[in-house]
């Protein structure tokens, strides 16, 4: 079965730095597309960032875009996510998910890990 567990979250100052990972398994985790998304309490859940089944393509969300990096290591199957500079407002519950074979949509979700930024 597909399971996705992410670790690495945590409380840290702004400006400080976290790596998230993603470990995945039930699945040839190299043909899958990955990407982390976040959700703030009371708000709906949001695209951070996404990764290419090779690696070779990614995309970041604006806000993110410069502090951020999505990386997977396939031999591991293991989906990174680096992010610096952290602000009070990535404060969220992180998920990586996996999206279908020929299509936009993600059809797994790990169980979430908490980031907290303090100011």
């Known amino acids: 079965q597909v399971q996705l567990v992410e670790s690495g979250g945590g409380l840290v100052q702004a400006g400080g730095s976290l790596r998230l990972s993603c470990v995945a398994s039930g699945y040839t985790f190299n043909m899958y597309s990955m990407g982390w998304f976040r959700q703030a309490p009371g708000e709906e859940r949001e695209f951070v960032a996404s990764i290419s089944g090779s690696g070779a393509v990614t995309r970041y969300a604006d806000s993110v875009k410069g502090r951020f990096t999505i990386s997977r290591d396939n031999a591991k199957n293991t989906l990174h996510l680096q992010m610096n500079i952290l602000k009070p407002e990535d404060t969220a519950v992180y998920y990586c998910?996996?999206?279908?074979?020929?299509?936009?949509?993600?059809?797994?979700w790990g169980q979430g890990t908490q980031v907290t930024v303090s100011s």
């Open positions: 998910g996996r999206r279908g074979q020929q299509s936009t949509k993600y059809d797994y």
